[in-house]
């Protein structure tokens, strides 16, 4: 068996803009994406941005989150306006009432709004409702 081995000298680093994003995962205020658009910021060895991110990683899962409140201050300032921010904050908060409404009714929910039963069968397994769907060619 051949062993390869692949290995990086330089390192192109792109910034992209920031814009309102639709993340399923977003409890409150708007989530924050990555947009399109980007710059080119420069080429570097892998040591040096190696050396440069360690001075500025974060660690910490507490110092990776970011309030709603600072997400709100971040896209302004990246050029959202307030009716976009307004508008995902409220898709954020329906999202969330109707996960709540479907708990209550003992359906578990996925971030895409689809609903699992909580129901067990015989054998004490959780299986989801079958959905059927037919469609007659004319």
Known sequence: MRHRRCS???IS???YDQTVGDSPSCQEGAPIALDWK??????VSLDEFEEARSKHRKTR????VLGAAERRKMLVMNGATIM??????RLVALKNEVAS?????GYRM????????SAS?????????????TSRAA
């Open 8 to 10: 990086f000298s330089t």
């Open 13 to 15: 680093v792109r910034e």
């Open 38 to 43: 980007y710059a080119e910021k420069k080429i």
């Open 61 to 64: 899962r507490s110092d990776l």
């Open 84 to 89: 976009e921010i307004l508008h995902a904050e």
């Open 101 to 105: 409404m479907g708990r209550q009714l």
């Open 110 to 117: 996925n971030f895409q709004g689809q609903a699992k039963s």
């Open 121 to 133: 069968n015989k054998n004490g397994c959780n299986k989801a409702p079958r959905k059927t769907m």
